[in-house]
């Protein structure tokens, strides 16, 4: 059984940082491309970073320099790693693993930024 479960979210200040955790199991971490989505209220889910099992990363420009993508083969896990957040960056935040045509996806973390 396949389970991306995502870590990390809540309540933080304009400014503040925030790290975000996706454990994966059931799956061969290193081959797939492991990517962070978001969803605020009203809006489609966007990309908001990818990672690829060789390590090239890619960011949305609405973040480019301030969030930070990772993997922990080892650990089976992604990292989102959120400085500077700006109140438009409140969403549920998703985990999502994909090779070819299989998709996997996280049920998603809340994460708010308000004063």
């Known amino acids: 059984q396949v389970q991306l479960v995502e870590s990390g979210g809540g309540l933080v200040q304009p400014g503040g940082s925030l790290g975000l955790s996706c454990a994966a199991s059931?799956?061969?971490?290193?081959?797939?491309?492991m990517r962070w989505y978001r969803q605020a209220p009203g809006q489609q889910r966007e990309l908001v970073a990818a990672?690829?099992?060789?390590?090239?990363?890619r960011y949305s420009d609405s973040v480019k320099g301030r969030f930070f993508i990772s993997r922990d083969s080892g650990k089976k896990a992604v990292y989102l790693q959120m400085n500077n957040l700006k109140p438009e960056d409140t969403a549920v935040y998703y985990c999502?693993?994909?090779?070819?045509?299989?998709?996997?996806w996280g049920q998603g973390t809340q994460v708010t930024v308000s004063s």
């Open positions: 999502n693993a994909v090779l070819g045509t299989v998709e996997y």
């Open positions: 059931g799956i061969i971490f290193s081959n797939y491309l």
């Open positions: 990672i690829s099992n060789g390590g090239t990363m």
